[in-house]
């Protein structure tokens, strides 16, 4: 991995295709928050959710947040961003959201392993997460008929193969380049 750091910023954008309600309540239930709490995440305005993250944290919350039908941006930490030209600002009609200053961090994501894979879907407070059922163990392969040598004991050498024949060709001749070798004279 890289020694890179990032912060991760939401601004209220969902997945095409999710449903608003549902993102909500994924998102609240992924950074265990109260619903006004998340309705504060899609203000529009830039939330950090995580900052100063490594790389690999980075991408757990752009994947867990993904699976939850939530967009998020990376910014790498201590990379000047690239200056916005005054005409596009004015154009646009809209006032650049905030940079930097005062960030909120909303919540920290705990996984273990390397990641998420596939959907992933958070159990109310006090489930029972086992069946109680567990698999039965692999049965033990029949090792009778195996054998072990006493410790210092040379093992036996394997007999060498037996020279192969070398046959006998002297009876074969070879025609001379450009012959007929049809038969046909």
Same mark, same amino acid.
């Given at each position: 991995?890289? =020694?890179?750091?990032?912060? @991760?910023i939401?601004?209220?954008? @969902? !997945?095409?295709?999710?449903?608003?309600?549902? /993102?909500?309540?994924? &998102?609240? #239930?992924?950074?265990?928050? !109260?619903?006004? #709490?998340?309705?504060? &995440?899609?203000?529009?305005?830039?939330?950090? @959710?995580?900052?100063?993250? =490594?790389?690999?944290?980075?991408?757990?919350?752009r994947? %867990?947040?993904?699976?939850?039908?939530?967009?998020?941006?990376?910014?790498?930490? *201590?990379?000047?961003?690239?200056?916005? +030209? $005054?005409?596009?600002?004015?154009?646009?009609?809209?006032?650049?959201?905030? #940079?930097? *200053? !005062?960030?909120?961090?909303?919540?920290?994501? #705990?996984?273990?392993?390397? *990641?998420f894979?596939g959907?992933?879907?958070? $159990?109310? $407070?006090?489930? /029972?997460?086992?069946?109680?059922?567990?698999?039965?163990?692999?049965?033990?392969?029949? @090792?009778?008929?195996?054998s072990?040598? +006493?410790?210092?004991? !040379? &093992?036996?050498?394997? +007999?060498?193969? %037996?020279?192969?024949?070398?046959?006998?060709?002297?009876?074969?001749?070879? %025609?001379?380049?450009?012959?007929?070798?049809?038969g046909?004279?």
């Amino acid at each position: 991995m890289s =020694d890179k750091r990032f912060h @991760i910023i939401f601004q209220g954008r @969902i !997945d095409q295709g999710a449903s608003p309600e549902a /993102v909500r309540e994924n &998102l609240g #239930r992924l950074f265990r928050m !109260d619903a006004a #709490r998340v309705e504060a &995440l899609f203000s529009g305005q830039r939330v950090v @959710i995580k900052r100063d993250a =490594d790389q690999a944290t980075m991408m757990k919350f752009r994947a %867990a947040m993904k699976q939850a039908g939530a967009l998020c941006e990376v910014e790498e930490v *201590g990379v000047p961003e690239p200056p916005v +030209p $005054a005409q596009a600002a004015v154009a646009s009609g809209a006032a650049a959201p905030p #940079r930097g *200053g !005062d960030l909120v961090t909303v919540g920290t994501l #705990r996984t273990g392993g390397t *990641g998420f894979s596939g959907p992933f879907d958070v $159990a109310e $407070a006090g489930s /029972v997460l086992s069946s109680g059922t567990a698999a039965p163990p692999a049965a033990a392969p029949d @090792i009778s008929h195996l054998s072990m040598a +006493p410790a210092g004991t !040379d &093992l036996e050498e394997l +007999p060498r193969a %037996a020279a192969v024949p070398v046959p006998d060709l002297s009876h074969l001749s070879v %025609a001379p380049a450009g012959a007929d070798l049809s038969g046909n004279d």
